[in-house]
């Protein structure tokens, strides 16, 4: 008579904690991800790798998992009134909120032809954007203008605003956010010529370190005719200076 020796010391046990392992969503999605060779970086979206209703699993899991960090924080959540649903808050937070741009689609914007061949430029700013350092994932807050010279098609101003946080509400580091939100605006509404400049202070500044420090950030993307034309590129600059001027009047 053969015997056969278990693979492991209890082959039930093993089987049932390997469900277990597979049943964990965060690890659902990353396998996904990971068949696909696709990146999940912190500024990524992933939502085309996320099922229907795993978004609900995921902000229990990161409940769960947060709790754990208070945990070893060495903080009572059990008994301590302003901690006991903390992880509640930061999980919906988190998922839905500061970085929804991760977890959940593109806003619908529609664009439509520009059948009167508009070819001037016109700037919409400023922007509120609000982020956060992925460095340190404390807040960055502040401001972008976006100028456009239109193309065959054109979107709504209230649109850039939209996309413009959807790309802000993950985990950045500023000169990386607006390459991305310079790719988004020019899939959709193919410009002739794009500019965007984003001014936002950082709080891994203000909070770390150099607390008396009131500096704040500025970079700015150019393309098409922005960059290929100088005077196209100092008249969105004007316009977005002006902007700022008549906000401190």
């Not at 904690?17 to 970086?41: A, C, E, N, T």
Request: charged share 30%.
């Amino acid at each position: 008579m053969t015997t056969t020796v278990p693979k492991y010391p209890n082959d039930f046990d093993e089987e049932k904690k390997l469900s277990s392992q597979q049943l964990k969503v965060s690890d659902r999605i990353r396998d996904r991800l990971l068949s696909h060779g696709v990146s999940f970086f912190a500024n990524d979206n992933v939502s085309e790798y996320i099922q229907p209703g795993e978004l609900d699993e995921l902000e229990d899991e990161v409940r769960h998992r947060f709790k754990e960090l208070l945990k070893t924080l060495i903080i009572d959540i059990d008994n301590d009134h302003n901690t006991n649903e903390t992880a509640d808050r930061v999980a919906r937070m988190y998922i839905h909120e500061i970085f929804k741009g991760r977890y959940h689609k593109q806003p619908k914007v529609t664009s439509f032809p520009n059948v009167k061949n508009l070819d001037e430029i016109y700037t919409v700013g400023p922007i509120t954007v609000r982020s956060a350092c992925s460095h340190h994932f404390v807040p960055i807050m502040g401001s972008c203008w976006i100028g456009i010279k239109p193309g065959s098609r054109v979107i709504g101003l209230s649109k850039f605003a939209r996309v413009a946080d959807w790309v802000f509400s993950r985990p950045h580091i500023q000169e990386e956010a607006v390459m991305i939100l310079a790719d988004e605006i020019e899939r959709l509404c193919e410009p002739q010529g794009l500019g965007i400049i984003i001014k936002a202070e950082h709080y891994c500044m203000k909070l770390r370190g150099v607390m008396e420090s009131q500096c704040s950030m500025v970079n700015s993307v150019v393309r098409g005719d922005f960059r290929h034309d100088l005077s196209l590129k100092q008249e969105f600059f004007a316009l977005v200076r002006q902007q700022e001027s008549s906000l401190l009047k």
